[in-house]
Nanobody, 123 residues
Framework: QVQLVESGGGSVQSGGSLRLSCAASGYPHSYDNYCMAWFRQAPGKQREAVAS???????RYDQSVKGRFTISLDNAKKMLYLQMNSLKPEDTAMYYC???????????????WGQGTQVTVSS
């Protein structure tokens, strides 16, 4: 059973930074074959993809976070990270970690999800 556990959320002022972490375990296949991603969902809005990283370390970002957020993967530690800089109030949302072995990218329907970690940015 794949388990994804996010951490690192919190409350910051506009312009601040946070680093989210996602600990992965229980992959039935080689960990290196998995694609991972960060999504977010604000109250009253649909869930949206933020960033993804594949097994060749190719990254993709939503235009709204490009240049401010960085996704990275530590395969040895089985940890996914999202470094968020220059945070804005509109970045306020629940952030979710997602993973899958069969597909990747910002438009893919991932099979495995974490429970989420809340990020709140005040102006």
């Amino acid at each position: 059973q794949v388990q994804l556990v996010e951490s690192g959320g919190g409350s910051v002022q506009s312009g601040g930074s946070l680093r989210l972490s996602c600990a992965a375990s229980g992959y039935p296949h080689s960990y290196d074959n998995y694609c991972m991603a960060w999504f977010r969902q604000a109250p009253g809005k649909q869930r949206e993809a933020v960033a993804s990283i594949d097994d060749e370390a190719e990254t993709r970002y939503d235009q709204s976070v490009k240049g401010r957020f960085t996704i990275s993967l530590d395969n040895a530690k089985k940890m996914l990270y999202l470094q968020m800089n220059s945070l804005k109030p509109e970045d306020t949302a629940m952030y979710y970690c997602a993973a899958d072995a069969l597909g990747c990218g910002l438009d893919y329907e991932y099979n495995y999800w974490g429970q989420g970690t809340q990020v709140t940015v005040s102006s």
